[in-house]
């Protein structure tokens, strides 16, 4: 055991804490605060929860304060001044806690390992904050985040208690969220290194998944279930050192594909049907998005493919927006159009009653078979943090989506380092007039893009999405 650098929860494979990459991330934020005004920025990260009687849920590091420290403990918050100086509160190291829990890094050694200026006890929080506060223009602190509004204005008051010594408590609060936010939506080198690993993780489990459904049926079992795939998933996430996944696997059977969000269940997934797998692991505080629908046997029937090859080209259409300048929205137009085109040629949306491509799009009618957005960005957080709209741009009329207009900013444009998925699919529920071959299918392909100077690069491409070699890994 490496007493050096103990660390309690080290539950991703990756090597010891790189301060600098950290160290320079507060600098940046620092900077940004002196530009708007200065004063004095908290985070925190949750102290351990009990899931019930005595045991505690696995935790995981507030995205904003891992982001700054790469520290992850419960229980401890950082202080950042505009000037740059960092000091971390943490747990102090505890033989008797350390003994049933695990080891902690402690105040001590917090300074060299995570090259913060000063580390203290977070018992002594309470106590400390006020004289930290004291003289500063504003206090900076993520306004989304529940419970923590109290206690600043706690630590304010008790400076306003000591104005007649002379202390001056700060003026004004700010949300440090939109600061720290525009900074995460854009991941540097060490980001996208990272991502890359929990994508290549990711996808490797989708094919682990699909080679062991395959496997399965050829040798006699009359079904696989959605449990047993999902153990697959999970046992490839930890092989690799992954924490975990980034958000409660997807694994849909059958019709279940027609629910967006139908979490891994018991049910029987049966040779003839297709399986929607949208799973993707969090590595090193990363999340990855992948979305890959296949079928049970490992051969497509027509309907099937029809289906899966609309949707991948309405992948490929949005992918082709998907480059520094267009805009973060346009991937979702392209792949509206490709799937109100197709929705229209096989007979899905009845052109007598809907009219053309363009009144489709208009009204929105291919919303009965494609209900959410074409995607997301991606990073710490599934759905990640950032600004979808250019505020700074002037507002314009535009359709909202759901068949009427609204007036709004622009959607943002792509620039290089930001990382967005790109899910379309459709869903096709049992209808009057829906045809009767395509009921129950359910198909969406999800890919992780991060966006690069010329276009982007794929992060999620180590599992097939063509539906030969879907079918070929499966016979193999
Ligand atoms: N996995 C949730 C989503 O694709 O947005
Ligand atoms: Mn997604
Ligand atoms: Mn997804």
Request: aromatic letters at 6%.
């Amino acid at each position: 055991m490496n007493q050096t650098t103990p660390r309690t929860n080290d539950t991703a494979a990756r090597d010891a804490i790189d301060a600098g990459v950290f160290r320079a991330r507060r600098a940046e934020l620092a900077r940004r605060m002196a530009a708007s005004g200065g004063g004095v920025a908290l985070v925190a990260t949750a102290p351990p929860r009990t899931r019930n009687s005595d045991v505690e849920h696995p935790f995981r590091p507030d995205s904003d304060f891992h982001h700054l420290t790469g520290f992850d403990e419960p229980g401890a918050w950082l202080l950042l001044d505009a000037s740059g100086r960092s000091t971390l509160f943490c747990r102090p190291r505890d033989p008797l806690r350390e003994l049933w829990d695990g080891l902690r890094l402690g105040v001590e050694a917090a300074p060299a390992t995570l090259g913060v200026e000063a580390a203290f006890d977070v018992a002594a929080l309470d106590e400390q904050l006020p004289a930290m506060l004291r003289g500063q223009s504003a206090v900076w602190w993520p306004f989304g985040v529940e419970d923590l509004g109290p206690r600043v204005q706690g630590w304010i008051a008790a400076v306003r208690r000591r104005e007649r010594d002379g202390w001056r408590a700060p003026g004004t609060q700010r949300d440090l969220q939109p600061l720290l936010h525009e900074m995460r939506v854009r991941k540097d080198d060490h980001e996208a290194q990272t991502m890359r690993r929990a994508g290549a993780i990711s996808a490797g489990a989708h094919a682990r998944a699909m080679r062991y459904t395959a496997a399965r049926l050829r040798t006699g079992a009359p079904f696989v279930r959605e449990y047993e795939i999902e153990a697959e998933l999970l046992h490839e996430f930890r092989l690799h050192g992954a924490s975990g996944p980034a958000y409660p696997s997807i694994v849909a059977a059958g019709a279940h594909a027609c629910i967006l969000h139908h979490a891994a269940g018991r049910a029987p997934l049966h040779p003839g049907e297709l399986c929607l797998v949208d799973a993707g692991c969090e590595f090193d505080g990363y999340a990855s998005d992948i979305t890959r629908t296949w079928p049970a046997s490992g051969r497509f029937s027509g309907e099937q493919r029809a289906l899966y090859e609309l949707v991948l080209a309405a992948q490929d259409a949005a992918l082709a927006q998907t480059r520094p300048g267009a805009r973060q929205r346009d991937a979702h137009h392209a792949a509206v159009r490709v799937l109100s085109q197709g929705l229209l040629d096989l007979g899905l949306l009845d052109r007598s009653r809907v009219g053309d491509v363009d009144t489709v799009i208009e009204t929105t009618a291919y919303r009965a078979f494609y209900m959410h957005g074409t995607g997301h960005w991606l990073g710490r957080d599934v759905h990640d943090v950032g600004d979808y709209l250019s505020a700074d741009e002037p507002a314009v009329e535009q359709p909202d989506g759901q068949g009427g207009r609204v007036v709004r900013p622009p959607s943002r444009r792509l620039e290089p380092g930001m990382v967005v998925t790109i899910e379309p699919g459709l869903y096709v529920r049992p209808g009057e007039g829906v045809p009767e071959r395509f009921w129950n299918l359910g198909i969406r392909i999800e890919d992780d893009a991060l966006i690069t100077a010329t276009g982007h690069e794929l992060l999620s491409r180590g599992v097939p999405v063509k539906p030969d070699e879907i079918e070929a890994l499966m016979r193999d």
